[in-house]
């Protein structure tokens, strides 16, 4: 009996070290597979690169000619700059001021309130030299041929009306202006500043921004206010007066919604030009992403031919990325 009972104890021992070894065994291969995975997933965020993905059969540099270029990939998970230049100094901005003023009247005006701008303003004051506009014209019609014809009249008659919607006690025109740089300081553009609301040379004054924040400032509107791009994009603009006996059409300055010779042009969603002599040629270009699920905002600020640099820096993107 003892015997037996020995062996009994024997096998039981034997049983139970083979359990062990066993589960050892599986612990340390699930924790060398673990590890194993772990270094694997690692190593592809390290190598994963963020899109659109750069050629590296493309051109090393666009030859932008502008003192000052910027352009950016915005999708539905990331951002990524496709080239800079200069994007952080603060330059004149001439015209692309118009997207401000353009913002702070549908923020805080009636659109279809009327402009009543007198006869008197007109003759008595010189900011009022190209208003075509009659005293129904509503607020609404009158942002057209300011943001496609680049209207100075129409930005100073949309500032002069501010007190009959904006309420602060200031002069008109300069409570409007302070409305635009309170706007700029809400969205955090930092060297982003406003003398007046239609982006002409002041006495040795400007209004200035930088190329990365004209940027930002696009795609807060463009996704905020859609509206200003839909009107930025259109060729022309037929504004009428309100008896419909008179009318006189609004042609876009963008000369690439006129004449098209790239491919991309058929995907611009909107864009702004602007030139003083402090400024040169300034031009902000959004234009839909070709893997259709973005966008890509370019900028270009003091340069000659802006339209040409303009191309320039548009088509070295295309040339370099894979969207």
């Known amino acids: 009996m003892r015997t037996m009972d020995s062996k009994k104890q024997r096998l039981l021992l034997f049983s139970l070290l083979v359990i062990v070894v066993l589960s050892v065994s599986g612990i340390f ?5 673990d590890k194993v995975s772990g270094d694997e997933d690692k190593s592809s965020v390290v190598e994963k690169e963020t899109y659109p993905r750069r050629l590296e059969s493309g051109p090393v540099s666009p030859e932008v000619n502008a003192t ?4 950016a990939y915005y999708g539905e998970d990331n951002e ?11 330059l004149p901005i001439a015209s692309i001021s118009k997207i401000m003023t353009a913002l702070v009247v549908l923020e805080n005006y009636e659109l279809g309130e009327e402009m009543m701008v007198t006869e008197h303003d007109v003759v008595s004051r010189t ?14 019609d ?9 209207n100075n009249s129409g ?16 002069e008109p025109v300069e409570e409007f202006v302070s409305k635009m740089n309170e706007k ?12 007046n609301p239609s982006g002409l040379d002041g006495e040795e004054r400007y209004n200035r921004s930088s190329a990365r924040e004209i940027a930002d400032f696009a795609k807060h509107v463009f996704e905020n206010k859609p509206e200003i791009f839909e009107i930025l994009r259109r060729p022309s603009y037929r504004l009428y007066s309100p008896d419909r006996m008179a009318y006189y059409d609004a042609i876009n300055t963008n000369s690439f919604l006129h004449h098209n010779e790239e491919e991309w042009q058929e995907d611009i969603i909107g864009g702004k030009t602007g030139w003083t002599r402090a400024a040169f040629g300034c031009l902000l270009i959004v234009l839909e992403a070709p893997d259709e699920k973005g966008y890509i905002i370019n900028v270009v600020l003091g340069a000659e031919d802006r339209f040409e640099e303009m191309r320039r820096l548009i088509n070295f993107v295309y040339d370099s990325y894979v969207f």
């Open 29 to 33: 291969l699930l924790q060398k597979n």
């Open 68 to 71: 000052a270029s910027f352009s």
């Open 80 to 90: 990524k700059i496709l080239y800079e230049e200069n994007a952080d100094e603060a």
């Open 127 to 140: 900011e009022f030299r190209d208003f075509r506009a009659w005293p129904q014209t509503t607020v609404g």
């Open 142 to 150: 009158i942002i057209y041929p300011m943001l496609i014809e680049s």
């Open 155 to 170: 930005a100073f008659a949309l500032a002069l009306i501010s007190n009959r919607f904006l309420d602060s006690g200031k």
């Open 184 to 195: 700029a300081k809400e969205l955090g553009l930092e060297k982003t500043v406003f003398i």
